[in-house]
């Protein structure tokens, strides 16, 4: 069975251009997640989507970050203006349904690289 | 804010020793999540306990829910440079709702041959 799918797997870019994460959720799984992982602050929740709606986008760092779901297939993560401190690894996660007791699916992660 | 510390931060032990790590935190979880991260990839979900003074097995691994819900340990017997990874607890808020999970500052784990 496929898993959770990113692209692309590295995204190297300058300072001020925008830059899409894309994700494919694994197939019949209603909820998806996007986090940010660093040394620093280890993995942080960006924001999360059920049935294509966001729940909560409280850990979305500012305006210059965007997500959607258009479709049940489908979601993005948009950054623009991209700033260097941006530079992470972006993971999407997907579940049957929430949170809960539900297992996250993983997919391998973009790592992003704004100079 | 919920929050999960884990320790150690890293740990680095030779093939075949024992070893313990802990998720601590001052809230209460429905349940608790371990993951297993190598390089390169994302998170894979290993066990989830549940009840309070649950024990789960999973081969050379034992996962412990504490009874006040509120910390987990993993203990790892026998180690092998296969479980060299970092090792991420997670706890849920709530068993049904949608409160997000809380994911804890992690154990890097290095096993020497």
């Known amino acids: 069975d496929a898993g959770v799918i990113q692209s692309p797997r590295h995204e190297v870019t300058e300072m001020g251009q925008e830059v899409t994460l894309r994700c494919k959720p694994i197939s019949g799984h209603n909820s998806l997640f996007w986090y940010r992982q660093t040394m620093m602050r280890g993995l942080e929740l960006l924001i999360y989507f059920n049935n294509n709606v966001p729940i909560d986008d409280s850990g979305m760092p500012e305006d210059r970050f965007s997500a959607k779901m258009p479709n049940a297939s489908f979601s993005t993560l948009k950054i623009q203006p991209s700033e260097p401190r941006d530079s992470a690894v972006y993971f999407c996660?997907?579940?049957?349904w929430g949170t809960g007791n539900q297992p996250q699916h993983f997919g391998d992660g973009t790592r992003l690289s704004i100079l | 804010t919920q929050l999960l510390e884990q320790s150690p931060q890293f740990l680095s032990i030779q093939e075949g020793e024992n070893l313990t790590v802990y998720c601590n935190s001052s809230s209460v979880f429905s349940s608790l999540q371990w993951y297993r991260q190598e390089p390169g990839e994302g998170p894979v979900l290993l066990v989830t306990?549940?009840?309070?003074?649950e024990v789960k097995k999973l081969k050379r691994l034992t996962f412990q829910f504490g009874d006040a819900r509120k910390d987990s340990s993993l203990h790892i017997t026998a180690a092998q440079p296969g479980d060299t990874g970092l090792y991420l607890c997670a706890g849920a808020p709530s068993r049904f709702g949608n409160e997000k999970l809380t994911f804890g500052t992690g154990t890097r784990l290095t096993i020497i041959p």
């Open positions: 996660a997907s579940s049957l």
């Open positions: 306990v549940v009840t309070g003074g």
